[in-house]
């Protein structure tokens, strides 16, 4: 993440407009809105309002500037912008030259001519087009003119040079276009009696860069400073392009929010666990071999296809294009530890990685033992919720409010020590023996950090709030770790669809009769779209509820400079 | 209390794990399908996002099969009726708790795809809605799933 460094500067009101444009064309800086901010300046500072006729006349010269291209039947192109004079510094001078200038032009006289030869043109060719004895005098004299029309038209073409007064005309559009987007941003700005006054972001490496143009623009008639940002001073981010198979990845976090300046940026980590959770729910070796080579294919036609020229759905499945490829083998793993080959046929043993206590990792078929499931999915939950109050910590202690650093060690130990109490006890049908014989360890694992949350809580924020937060945290919990269940429902759901289609083609203990083949294939077509599609949203609210509402605020503004369209 | 045939009170579990999600996950399918195909002739750049209200309401339906098929897979076990009252009640548990979710899905979700197309950064917070009536679902599932374990 790159540093930024706000600028400040003040100018007098004559020179803003050329600083503005300056600026505008290096493209390297963010300006602040003034407007929300100008209660911290008690009346020292009020807006800068454009006047309202320059956006009219803009309107009006760019429509004036349309209706010429159209007259004269030329192609709309690229509207040019070209520098303008350095003497002419403010937008209104240089909208009148440009209304001088669109004024000389020859385009009423052009436009005439040009009428002229079209709607003519029709009626001289179909007289032309008669047999020669047919033709009358009128006709002859008709055809005589169009000889004339013919000569005019050449010499319009030839003589006054069309093709110039095109480009004559563009460089106008894009002049004016330049003025409009000056004068909005100006907008942004504050002001004294003479002088306006504007903030604006910009990346460290810019920083001197921008300093100089701003000098330059006012021919050193200025007052300029810069500063980092203040503590808790909401600031334009800059991330690192992301690798391209990250990208899907990217567009499913910013959906929730673009990350803030001092926060873990959770791309990077979710490409590793979104397929983790998805391959859980969609365990199978032969569907996942299916899904990554899909996505083999689909990252070759990325190179060959121009993203812009596809269409929406294709444009979808070309940017997730090597998130298949991962999804794909995450599926294929779990696949092996569950023992699911186009779902439960017998041909793999399910692969035990491990068991923890009452935890079984693999090992199991999800069909027959869905309760190991269920505490395997537990268990993951509260691993993927762990990693998420680890970001926040890091992200506390990144913001250097050393207060709260507690508060997410405090939840850790809590989500720990309600899991354990309820593995150690055996389940939550036991609880009254977690009071009458686990007394003690209750308190320790799940009454202490509760009441050390309380208590951190109410230290940084307050009595109040740090009751509320213990009983949010409680809930929180208790219903997120709760929602990690949906791992076994759907992977159940996976087994049971693909186990459906099993039974119909007649397949047992891992033999697949010549007949069952279609069949196998139709339900494959049906789970990977249908079920592929559900585990795919249930991944990703897993990640955007359970998962981003541990760290994330998604707060953040994308840093995107000032620059001329 | 009726006496009731153990085979065919299983079935009618049957009927109620299957059935009533259905209706459900049709009811927030439809609510939400039409609101979607109304945002989508305006700004269908936002439909991807949106289509998670459609896809949660189908996966009710998906809940309901698989609560089904265990029971179904449990069919010969039910031979006294306290066996059968125990599917019967997974089956209305499953019942409520897709009921539960689809009508908060189809308030949520249609109201979540109205406030969408209006302001499209409130969506993140807006979709807790939706997902939270989702997970109502879950819950039932899980119960009624450790009610077959009974079984």
Known sequence: MAEMRKLIAIVFEDDVDEVVRSLGEAGIVQFVDMRQKLDEWKGALTPHTVPAQTSTKCTDLLSRIDASLKALNLQPGIARYEKVEIKQKQTEEVLADVERRLAELPIESLAKASILVTDRKPLLDKISAMPADEQTEIGRRLLDLRRIVDMERRSIEEGTKLGEIREDLLTLQGTVKVEREVSEAEGKFARTAKTIYFEAWVLDDDLKEAMEIVRKATGGNCVITEEPAKHGEKQPVMLKPAPSFMQAFEKLTFSSGYPSAREVNPVPIMAITFPMLFGIMFADVGQGVIFAALGGLLTYFKRKIKLEEAGDIVRYLLVSAEMFILLGLAAIFWGFIFGEFFGPSGVLHPMKLGRIGPFYIGGFEPMHEPMKMIRFAILVGALHISLGLVLKLFNTIREREFKRAPIPVAWLWLLWGGLIMWSYWGGISSISRWFAEGGVMLAGLVLAPLVLLVVFTAIAEGAMEGIGFGVEVFAETLSHTLSYGRLMALGLVHSVMNYLFLVLGGVEHGHFPPMSIPIIAIGTILVMIIEGLIVFVHTLRLHWIEWFSKFYSGEGIPFKPFKFT | ?151
Do not use: H, W
């Open chain 2, 1 to 151: 209390m009726i006496m009731l045939d153990p085979n065919l009170t299983g079935l009618i579990a049957i009927l109620l794990s299957i059935g009533v999600p259905t209706i459900s996950a049709a009811t927030a399918i439809i609510v939400c399908g039409t609101a979607m195909a109304g945002v989508g002739t305006e700004k269908p750049e936002l439909l991807s996002r949106l289509i998670i209200t459609v896809v949660l309401g189908e996966a009710l339906a998906i809940y309901g099969l698989l609560i089904a098929f265990m029971l179904i897979s449990k069919l010969p076990q039910m031979k006294t009726m306290e066996t059968a009252f125990r599917a019967l009640m997974a089956g209305i548990i499953i019942a409520v708790g897709t009921g539960a979710a689809g009508a908060g899905i189809s308030y949520a979700g249609s109201s979540l795809i109205g406030a969408t197309a209006e302001r499209p950064e409130s969506y993140s917070s807006n979709v807790i809605g939706v997902v939270l009536s989702e997970a109502l679902a879950i819950y039932g599932l899980l119960i009624s799933f450790m009610v077959i374990g009974t079984i």
